[in-house]
């Protein structure tokens, strides 16, 4: 979740101070790319690829909890 208010926060800036285009799929991908950076730092059964992190989520989560 703080992942997702991260992204949304930091492209907001980015737009009103920037004049930078507003991109959802961006704000999505960077998230996944966020959150799979940061649970695969922290927990060491965390050994699943980005792209698996994006393609099979549930069963990531599984392996780690």
């Known amino acids: 979740m703080v992942a997702i208010i991260w ?3 930091t492209h907001g800036n980015n ?3 920037k004049n930078l285009v507003l991109d ?3 704000v999505f991908d960077l998230t996944q790319i966020k959150t ?3 649970i695969t730092n922290r ?3 965390a050994k699943f ?3 698996d992190w994006c393609m099979n989520l549930v069963l990531c989560i ?4």
Do not use: G, Q
Request: glycine content about 0%.
């Open 62 to 65: 599984k392996l780690v909890t």
């Open 15 to 17: 737009f009103v101070f």
């Open 36 to 38: 799979w950076a940061w």
């Open 43 to 45: 927990h060491n059964k």
């Open 24 to 26: 959802v799929e961006e």
């Open 7 to 9: 992204n949304i926060w």
């Open 49 to 51: 690829t980005c792209s």
